[in-house]
Nanobody, 111 residues
């Protein structure tokens, strides 16, 4: 059974940074593409960033240049480094394998 556990969320001021982590168990992590999604209140869940098993990345236009997705196959962990945070980045952030999801971690950007 695949399990994903996110951490690293919190309250941050506009312009600040946070790094989210997602620890994965029960899967052959190094062969698994990973993604980060987010869902803001009253909005649909949206794709934020993806990373393939070989490390190729893609980003939503709204976060390109501000967020970086990465992975550490030795630690079965995927990261989302978020910078220049904006109020509209406030959301619950989820990591996913595509068929399994974590419980989410809240990111709140507020002054």
């Amino acid at each position: 059974q695949v399990q994903l556990v996110e951490s690293g969320g919190g309250l941050v001021q506009p312009g600040g940074s946070l790094r989210l982590s997602c620890a994965v168990s029960g899967a052959v992590f190094r062969e698994t593409p990973m993604a980060w999604y987010r869902q803001a209140p009253g909005k649909q869940r949206e794709l934020v960033a993806t990373i393939t098993s070989s490390g190729s990345t893609n980003y939503a236009a709204s976060v390109l240049g501000r967020f970086t997705i990465s992975r550490d196959n030795a630690k079965n962990t995927v990261f989302l480094q978020m910078g220049s945070l904006k109020l509209e980045d406030t959301a619950v952030y989820y990591c996913s394998t595509g068929w399994a999801w974590g419980q989410g971690t809240q990111v709140t950007v507020s002054s």
